[in-house]
């Protein structure tokens, strides 16, 4: 049974930053595609940043060019490094995984594409 574990969330004030982690167990090898997806008071959970075991990624657009997501396969840790936080960052961050999940092209990331996901962290941007 795969279990993701995410830290790192907190309170930050407008342009800091924040890195999570993402601890993962019960599974092995590299070919996983891993995910971070948020979600705020009232809103729909949306892809964040995704990463797939060849090392391709996916950003939405409003986090391009301010966050970036890395994984360790040795340690099988996924992080989100978050900089240049803004208030509407302010959500609940979920680790997701699913195997041998890969994209390309106009894909984008949707929560019935993951199958395994954590408890999720709180990061909170204030302004």
């Known amino acids: 049974q795969v279990q993701l574990v995410e830290s790192g969330g907190g309170s930050v004030q407008a342009g800091g930053s924040l890195r999570l982690s993402c601890a993962a167990s019960?599974?092995?090898?590299?070919?996983?595609?891993m995910a971070w997806f948020r979600q705020a008071p009232g809103k729909e959970r949306e892809g964040v940043a995704v990463i797939d075991s060849d090392g391709h990624t996916w950003y939405a657009d409003s986090v391009k060019g301010r966050f970036a997501i890395s994984r360790d396969n040795a340690n099988h840790m996924l992080y989100l490094q978050m900089n240049s936080l803004k208030p509407e960052d302010t959500a609940m961050y979920y680790c997701?995984?699913?195997?041998?999940?890969?994209?390309?092209?106009?894909?984008?990331?949707?929560?019935?594409?993951?199958?395994?996901w954590g408890q999720g962290t709180q990061v909170t941007v204030s302004s």
């Open positions: 019960g599974y092995t090898g590299s070919s996983y595609c």
């Open positions: 997701a995984a699913e195997p041998g999940l890969s994209f390309s092209g106009s894909w984008r990331p949707h929560t019935s594409d993951f199958g395994y």
